[in-house]
Every structure is written in structure tokens, then in C-alpha cells.
């Protein structure tokens, strides 16, 4: 099946610095990835929409000015936390659909563990 | 699963038993749904998916039934496993294309 990757499966940053994270289809092209965020516990949660080539769509509540997303080409997009404090640990995952062949599944990245000390 | 926040409900069954996991969905205009499980650390694996215009599909060791008049879905497990404890959520997509909605999750803990 198609694989997307995401990369670092796990990072630690201090406060105020920013964190960039890829996603990559590694034998697909995904013309629109999705970025999501999970708190221990709890369910995934959308926070926006990558298009390639054009701007993201964020979820209500999410600051765009603070989740940076970036999908420059078919195979890949990027998420960059940018200023981040405590309250951003996480875990981040992205996930892509094989689009034009009716509906398919999704397909997820490892998820990355941010910890902001 | 009706809880969220920090409790996961959770199951409980016995290695071999058969395992049950319930989700209700929202959007009565999703009309392919999907049964993921998740590892501890790590990103959703794909199980089996369902479309709206059927109500029972089975795969290896996993059946899924769905029932739109009450908007509801199942997932059965035969003979569960050790390997098979984990968080299963299912999710949801009203439109071709658009992102997955996830439920709240159910963690499965097998007992020895």
C-alpha cells in the first residue's frame, strides 16, 4: 500500500523556537495532505488542510500565523510550529489520500512527538 | 464509545474471544467510513473500510457492520489476539476527497 512518511518521529525544543516537520508520500503523489494533532487520550483532530500549490485551510481555532504549512509539491508538506511553548506538545501526524480513484483510504504518517521544555 | 477528553472507554476481553467495538457517527452525509488502529506512539494503521451503500464487509479476522438508519458502526474482531491491544477509532468522510472525522476512540486491552 502507499506510504507516507513524517519526519522527526519525536522532537524536544525549548520555548520560543520553531519546529518544522515534513510529510512525504513516498509512491504517490497527494495533491492534499492533512495535518492533525492528538493530546494523550484523546481522538485526532484536523487542524488544516494542505494543498499543493495553493494556501492551506485551517480548522476554527487553529492559528495559521502559528502552524505554518507549507506544500510546495506532490510529495510533500510541511508543518512548522513556530514560537513554541508548552501547551504545543503534542503529537503531530499527517496523513494523504490517493485522490481520483473514488473514495480510498488514508493513508498516516508515524506521527511526531513534540515536547517543548 | 461515548466519552471524550481523558477517558478512553475502554474493552476488555480475553485472548481468544471475539471482540465487539462500537461508534457512533455524526454526519448522515458520510458515506465511506473506516476502521483504524493505533499503537501506542505511533500513526493510525488501516483496517478495513466500509461504504455507505453497504452494511457488512468482512476481512481477515475483522467484520464491520454498518447500520445508517441509526448511524451506527461496528467492528468485530474473531479470536483476539495479544497483538490486536490498541486504540481503534473510526472515522468518518462526507465527501470525496475531504478529510477523515474520527471518533473518539476505544482502547482494546487483551487479557491473557
Known amino acids: 500500500g502507499a506510504v507516507v512518511s513524517q519526519h522527526p518521529s519525536r522532537v524536544i525544543c525549548k520555548s520560543g523556537t520553531s519546529v518544522k516537520i515534513e510529510c512525504r508520500s513516498l509512491?504517490?503523489?497527494?495533491?492534499?495532505m492533512f495535518w492533525y494533532r492528538q493530546f494523550p487520550k484523546q481522538s485526532l483532530m484536523l487542524m488544516a488542510t494542505?494543498?499543493?500549490?495553493?494556501?492551506?485551510?485551517?480548522e476554527q481555532g487553529v492559528e495559521k500565523d502559528k502552524f505554518l504549512i507549507n506544500h510546495a509539491s506532490l510529495t510533500l508538506s510541511t508543518l512548522t510550529v513556530t514560537s513554541a511553548h508548552p501547551e504545543d506538545s503534542s503529537f503531530y501526524i499527517c496523513?494523504?489520500?490517493?485522490?481520483?480513484?473514488?473514495?480510498?483510504?488514508?493513508?498516516f504518517g508515524q506521527g511526531t512527538r513534540l515536547t517543548v521544555v | 464509545g461515548e466519552s471524550v477528553g481523558l477517558h478512553l472507554p475502554t474493552l476488555s476481553v480475553q485472548e481468544g474471544d471475539n471482540s465487539i467495538i462500537n461508534c457512533a457517527y455524526s454526519?448522515?452525509?458520510?458515506?465511506?467510513f473506516i476502521w483504524y488502529k493505533q499503537e501506542s506512539g505511533k500513526g493510525p494503521q488501516f483496517i478495513i473500510d466500509i461504504r455507505s451503500n453497504m452494511d457488512k464487509r468482512q476481512g481477515q479476522r475483522v467484520t464491520v457492520l454498518l447500520n445508517k438508519t441509526v448511524k451506527h458502526l461496528s467492528l468485530q474482531i474473531a479470536a483476539t489476539q495479544p497483538g490486536d491491544s490498541a486504540v481503534y477509532f473510526c472515522a468518518e468522510t462526507p465527501n470525496y476527497g475531504q478529510n477523515f472525522v474520527f471518533g473518539p476512540g476505544t482502547r482494546l486491552s487483551v487479557l491473557p
Open positions: 494542505s494543498n499543493e500549490g495553493s494556501k492551506a485551510t485551517y
Open positions: 454526519n448522515s452525509a458520510s458515506d465511506y
Open positions: 496523513s494523504a489520500r490517493v485522490l481520483g480513484q473514488g473514495n480510498t483510504e488514508a493513508f
Open positions: 509512491d504517490f503523489q497527494a495533491t492534499t
